[in-house]
């Protein structure tokens, strides 16, 4: 590309049609790509000024604002802009987003409240602001505000697994393991592929005492994310601690045989037929495993060097 004349004739437009925002974009998007980013960050600006609801613009300047590491001018940005266009959703929304990345929960709250008020039915906000009452401990009305929020727009449910994983945070601060969990496992039901929520419940699990459970949410954790060696590492340790050798050997084989491929699981079977006395069964274990991982020599010196009671 031309990057002196696609500016020339950009700027050409702009003097040819000065009321026409989409030619300041274009241009603060070319002098991005240019590391002329002041001059980008200007003419964002200034398309704000003039259309505050432009959520094209409006990604664009944050991102720009990220990519400066301008947390707070991104804030004094959109608290200006709030203020001149009090009764604008996108302004007050993305001055709450702005002060939460800049860990201010309480300012964030009420300019999230604002952008309810100002678009009732724009469900996110609502989502945000009950995830700041979740940060600021005020736990219960968080996620009631997060429940009716999802309850209208259900493709918020990403963001709300996060509030809940939020929430079960703060109830493990209290040392309330039994809320900490519930909250956990609501986190897994609204983003079920993402695994990390299942560990972290079946963290919770382990320190509210419920093994069982704990268990069952290690093992699916193995059964997903092949290379969870501390998720492999508890569920061993669990069923060393409280079933008899049986127990273990078919717990492992059943999961191997449920995801042939997953070499961490032929290497807990293999462990546990060696402990069993079974030195033939836990050769081929492991040379099933050596099959299906090529790094299988690696993942087994991970897994013996691990303690059980490692933190992921």
């Given at each position: 590309?031309?990057?002196?004349?696609?500016?020339?004739?950009?700027r050409?437009a702009?003097?040819?049609?000065?009321?026409?925002l989409s030619?300041?974009?274009?241009?603060g998007?070319?002098?991005e790509?240019l590391?002329?980013?002041?001059?980008?960050?200007?003419?964002?600006?200034a398309?704000?000024?003039?259309a505050?609801?432009?959520?094209?613009?409006?990604?664009?300047?944050?991102?720009?604002?990220?990519?400066?590491?301008?947390?707070?001018?991104?804030?004094?940005?959109?608290?200006?802009?709030?203020?001149?266009?009090?009764?604008?959703?996108?302004p007050?929304m993305?001055?709450?987003?702005?002060?939460?990345?800049?860990?201010?929960?309480e300012?964030a709250?009420?300019?999230f409240?604002?952008?309810?008020?100002?678009?009732?039915?724009?469900?996110?906000?609502?989502?945000?602001?009950?995830?700041?009452?979740?940060?600021?401990g005020?736990?219960?009305q968080?996620?009631?505000?997060?429940?009716?929020?999802?309850?209208?727009?259900p493709?918020?449910?990403?963001?709300a697994?996060?509030?809940?994983?939020?929430a079960?945070?703060?109830?493990?601060?209290q040392?309330n393991h039994q809320?900490?969990?519930?909250?956990f496992?609501?986190?897994?039901?609204?983003a079920?592929?993402?695994?990390?929520y299942?560990?972290?419940?079946?963290e919770?699990?382990?320190?509210?005492?419920?093994?069982k459970?704990?268990?069952?949410?290690?093992?699916?954790?193995v059964r997903?994310?092949?290379?969870?060696?501390?998720?492999a590492?508890?569920a061993?340790?669990?069923l060393i601690?409280?079933?008899?050798d049986?127990?273990r050997?078919?717990?492992?084989?059943?999961?191997?045989g449920e995801?042939?491929?997953?070499?961490?699981?032929?290497?807990?079977?293999?462990?546990a037929?060696?402990?069993?006395?079974?030195?033939?069964?836990?050769?081929?274990?492991?040379?099933?495993?050596?099959?299906?991982?090529?790094?299988?020599?690696?993942?087994?010196r991970?897994?013996?060097?691990?303690?059980a009671?490692?933190?992921?």
């Open positions: 590309m031309d990057y002196v004349l696609a500016e020339r004739l950009y050409l702009l003097s040819l049609a000065p009321d026409d030619h300041k974009v274009a241009l998007e070319l002098l790509e590391d002329r980013k002041e001059e980008s960050l200007s003419l964002y600006t398309v704000l000024r003039a505050p609801d432009s959520p094209y613009t409006a990604m664009r300047l944050d991102a720009l604002y990220d990519a400066l590491e301008r947390g707070q001018g991104r804030a004094d940005f959109w608290r200006v802009l709030q203020q001149q266009y009090p009764d604008a959703f996108l007050a993305r001055l709450g987003h702005a002060l939460h990345k800049t860990n201010k929960a300012e709250f009420h300019a409240e604002q952008a309810v008020e100002n678009a009732p039915n724009r469900y996110e906000a609502l989502l945000y602001a009950g995830w700041m009452q979740v940060l600021l005020r736990v219960a968080g996620l009631e505000k997060t429940a009716l929020a999802l309850e209208a727009d493709l918020l449910a990403e963001t697994a996060r509030i809940h994983a939020d079960a945070n703060w109830f493990l601060a040392e809320e900490a969990a519930s909250c496992r609501r986190a897994c039901e609204l079920p592929r993402d695994v990390s299942r560990y972290l419940l079946a919770a699990l382990t320190a509210a005492g419920n093994t459970d704990a268990l069952t949410a290690y093992l699916y954790v997903h994310a092949p290379g969870a060696l501390h998720s590492r508890r061993d340790a669990i601690e409280t079933e008899d049986e127990t050997i078919e717990t492992w084989r059943r999961l191997a995801a042939s491929g997953n070499a961490l699981a032929w290497l807990c079977l293999g462990n037929l060696a402990d069993a006395g079974d030195k033939a069964g836990a050769e081929e274990a492991w040379k099933h495993g050596q099959t299906h991982g090529s790094d299988f020599a690696e993942i087994r991970q897994f013996d060097n691990l303690n009671d490692t933190v992921e």
